[in-house]
Every structure is written in structure tokens, then in C-alpha cells.
């Protein structure tokens, strides 16, 4: 009977003022738990959430405002077991160097070990305000 009720409500028929105050008045408390009950808060986006979904999203945050102090933490998450946060990693770090130096996401443990550790050097050795290719291009003539 409430479905038909509420049928009847959404294609703008009435059903009796009394019966509709009553469901409306008992589906009320409802819709107000499921408004405030159900979300979690958001804090503020961290990369080095423990929640894949909140670590993208930081990910695709740092990326559009070109934030280049989150590369450290960006390199870190090449290591992760999620292959997403992998792929957004290196996309992230991508965009915002230039570069991959040889890292793929879907390859295997390994490969991706000897590829995270040229990032590791490379960050060791940039300057926050160069690009790798612009690091590269230097080491490339002696300077």
C-alpha cells in the first residue's frame, strides 16, 4: 500500500490529506538519516590515504594545480598493490615532469622496482624547479 501511495504521490495524484501527512511522516525520518547517516565526513585528500578512492582523487588534485611537492609522495605510490593508484601515479607524475622514465604500471614486481628506483634517484637529484626533461637534457650536456 505505501508503494501505490507513493506511486500515486510522485505522479501528482492525492491520496487523502490525512493518509499523505502520514506518510510523508513516516517516511520523513527516513530520508533525513539516509541524508546525514550514510556519508562519511571528508577530511582533507591525502595521497597517502589507506582509501585507494581518496588517494586518486588527491592524485588528480595535486595534477591540476601542477602541486610539484607531492612527486615524493607520488613516487611512493608507485609501489602500491592497487594497479589504479599505480596508474594514476604515473600519469600524475607524468603530467607534472614530463616524464615516466621507463615505468609501466601493469608490469610485473620487478620491472616496476627498477623503474620506481630511477624515480627515486631522479628525485634525489631535482631541483623542485625542473622538469626531468630539462634535468635530462642538462646531465646530457656535462653540465
Known amino acids: 500500500m505505501v508503494w501505490a501511495d507513493l506511486m500515486a504521490l510522485r505522479s501528482g495524484g492525492d491520496i487523502g490529506s490525512t493518509r499523505q501527512k502520514s506518510l510523508l511522516g ?12 550514510c556519508t562519511a565526513p571528508r577530511g ?6 589507506p582509501d585507494p578512492d ?11 594545480s601542477g602541486d610539484r611537492a607531492k612527486i615524493p609522495p607520488l613516487i611512493k605510490q608507485l609501489e602500491s598493490d592497487d594497479p ?26 620487478d620491472q616496476r622496482r627498477e623503474a620506481v628506483g630511477r624515480w627515486k634517484r631522479w628525485a634525489g ?19
Open 125 to 143: 637529484e631535482a631541483p623542485a624547479t625542473t622538469t626531468a626533461a630539462t634535468q635530462l637534457a642538462e646531465s646530457a650536456a656535462g653540465r
Open 84 to 109: 589504479a593508484v599505480r596508474f594514476y601515479a604515473i600519469e600524475a607524475l607524468g603530467r607534472l615532469t614530463g616524464q615516466t622514465l621507463g615505468y609501466v604500471y601493469f608490469h610485473g614486481i
Open 54 to 64: 581518496v588517494k586518486i582523487r588527491a592524485i588528480k588534485q595535486a595534477v591540476a
Open 44 to 49: 582533507p585528500l591525502r595521497i597517502a590515504d
Open 26 to 37: 513516516a517516511l520523513a525520518p527516513a530520508v533525513m538519516a539516509g541524508a546525514f547517516c
